[in-house]
Nanobody, 124 residues
Framework: QVQLVESGGGLVQAGGSLRLSCAAS????????MGWFRQAPGKEREFVAR????????FYTDSVKGRFTISRDNAKNTVYLQMNSLKPEDTASYYC?????????????????WGQGTQVTVSS
């Protein structure tokens, strides 16, 4: 089992920044690819970004490219999501997820472990 705990959410004005953190425990963190997803009220959970086990490879959904940066520190068992130039449409609950899979990594189905989420609200 892998336990994931997100933190760092909050209320920010449009154009502002937040950094989300996700602390992992339970298994060897570097064995898992990590992803960030988000879910706005009344909408399905959607993929935001992912990072490989080593941290070398990253991938983003188009709407956050150039604004969000995913990173990880395997020594600290933590994955981060730096969010800059935030927009009201970024408002959602943000979830980190872990997977030992090697495919289907841009979808919810590709991940086995999930955190409880942290709320991000961007005011206009």
């Amino acid at each position: 089992q892998v336990q994931l705990v997100e933190s760092g959410g909050g209320l920010v004005q449009a154009g502002g920044s937040l950094r989300l953190s996700c602390a992992a425990s339970g298994r060897t963190f570097s064995n898992y690819a990590m992803g960030w997803f988000r879910q706005a009220p009344g909408k399905e959970r959607e993929f935001v970004a992912r990072i490989s086990r080593s941290g070398i490879s990253t991938f983003y959904t188009d709407s956050v490219k150039g604004r969000f940066t995913i990173s990880r520190d395997n020594a600290k068992n933590t994955v981060y999501l730096q969010m800059n130039s935030l927009k009201p449409e970024d408002t959602a609950s943000y979830y980190c997820a872990a997977t030992s899979a090697v495919s289907n990594l841009n979808s919810i189905q590709g991940y086995s472990y999930w955190g409880q989420g942290t709320q991000v609200t961007v005011s206009s």
